[in-house]
């Protein structure tokens, strides 16, 4: 059974790092079967891809987005990892990880609260 | 404001038919074939349910289907069953820019 679980800080200070860290387990990211994204859902607002990544460290980004985000994998640990640079309140999300396969996300991850407050 | 446009809410009763409606435009949802629905209930992680066009993942019953029109795209969802009571939310993909957009979600009330 496919779960993935995000960590990293509920509270960020604006002009910080967001960081967050998916645990993948049930599959394996080096298998290199699937894509790994991150996925986001501010307050009364509708989903926003942020990215993803690929086991050899590939990457693609939302073009929209205004901080600068990195997205990496660490196939030792079967986890992926989300930054965002220079954080703002309009960065207070749920961030969701999800396994990417083609064109759909097949299993996501329940979401972890983020707040851009100081 | 999401990129694509789906109802805030609908409802129904149980045993009923529902249809939630995607609209986008000729550069997402237009391409069928990458759109793809979820459901989500309160405090629960998105569940896939429809991909490519009328795929179902494994588990996910008949009573949940799909048709399409120009630029929208509608999940019916018949039988309707109390646990049907949740979040529903559509996405398409771009491949081209690698990109996906998502409508803003409509909640289902099953009377």
């Known amino acids: 059974q496919v779960q993935l679980q995000e960590s990293g800080p509920g509270l960020v200070k604006p002009s910080q790092t967001l960081s967050l860290t998916c645990t993948v387990s049930g599959d394996s990211i080096s298998d290199g079967r699937h894509f790994w994204s991150w996925i986001r859902q501010p307050a009364g607002k509708g989903l926003e891809w942020i990215g993803r990544v690929y086991t050899t460290g590939t990457t693609n980004y939302n073009p929209s987005l205004k901080s600068p985000v990195t997205i990496s994998v660490d196939t030792s640990k079967n986890q992926f990892t989300l930054k965002l640079a220079s954080v703002t309140a309009a960065d207070t999300a749920i961030y969701y990880c999800?396994?990417?396969?083609?064109?759909?996300?097949?299993?996501w991850g329940q979401g972890t609260l983020v707040t851009v407050s100081s | 404001q999401s990129a694509l446009t789906q109802p805030a809410s609908v409802s129904g009763s149980p045993g009923q038919s529902i249809t939630i409606s995607c609209t986008g435009t000729s550069s997402d949802v237009d391409n069928y074939r990458f759109v793809s629905w979820y459901q989500q209930h309160p405090d629960k992680a998105p569940r896939l349910i429809i991909y490519e066009v009328t795929k179902r993942p494994l588990g996910v019953p008949d009573r949940f289907s799909v048709s399409n029109s120009g630029n929208t795209a509608y999940l019916t969802i018949s039988g309707l069953q109390p646990e049907d009571e949740a979040d529903y939310f559509c996405s398409s993909y771009t491949g081209g820019i690698h990109n996906w957009v998502f409508g803003g979600g409509t909640r289902l009330t099953v009377l």
């Open positions: 999800a396994r990417t396969s083609g064109s759909y996300f097949t299993h």
